[in-house]
């Protein structure tokens, strides 16, 4: 395969190259968000995929997969989150299953990480939480986080605040 100019590191790269010095990164930073490694896996899956249906018109691989991969996390927690809403406003049986045979919240995954922090992490609004690991675990600045997440500077500040009051509450339960 031919090499990459990555002009955000200067050097020159194969895909491959990328992909092994990107993906454990991406992955980690995926699970922070989704809480599940399978679908932390995939979603970087899919990251490195449209890096390399882009390839000739990506100048940094490195920003466009976090971009990529975070945004793919904050709509597949969308769509899981607008999934579990439609189950429970199915119809109930006598024996409280719904009328499509699963329950509310069926298949979803359990927090396997036991520490607290972690844990009171996966409570809280996804787009707080994206913004909470990309601030505390990726140390990135305000105005990278908003143009990832799309949105104001301000609006990553006040998600950054509310979801560090969020946390707090959560850790004191």
């Given amino acids: ?16 190259q990328i992909y092994r ?15 599940s490694q399978h679908v932390a896996e995939e979603l970087v899956h899919d990251g490195f995929l449209r890096l390399h249906q882009n390839l000739d018109t990506v100048e940094s691989p490195g920003g466009f997969l976090h971009t990529a991969v975070v945004r793919l996390c904050l709509t597949w927690l969308k769509r899981r ?13 006598e024996d409280g299953s719904t009328a499509s045979g699963a329950r509310a919240g069926a298949g ?20 707080r939480r994206a913004v909470l690991v990309l601030r505390f675990y ?5 105005e990278q986080i908003a143009e990832i997440v799309e949105c104001p500077v301000g609006t990553v500040r006040s998600r950054i605040h509310r979801g560090l009051a969020d946390l707090r509450k959560e850790i004191e339960r």
Avoid at 1 to 16: C, I, N, S
Avoid at 81 to 93: A, G, T, V
């Fill in 138 to 142: 990726e140390d990135l600045p305000y």
């Fill in 108 to 127: 979803a995954d359990s927090v396997e990480d036991a520490d607290e922090l972690w844990e009171a992490l996966a409570h809280l609004d996804p787009d």
């Fill in 21 to 35: 010095d990107e993906r454990p990164k991406l992955v980690r930073v995926a699970y922070l968000i989704v809480r």
């Fill in 81 to 93: 989150d607008m999934e579990r809403d439609r189950l429970r406003r199915l119809p109930s049986d």
């Fill in 1 to 16: 395969m031919r090499p990459l100019v990555d002009h955000a590191v200067g050097a020159t790269r194969t895909f491959e």
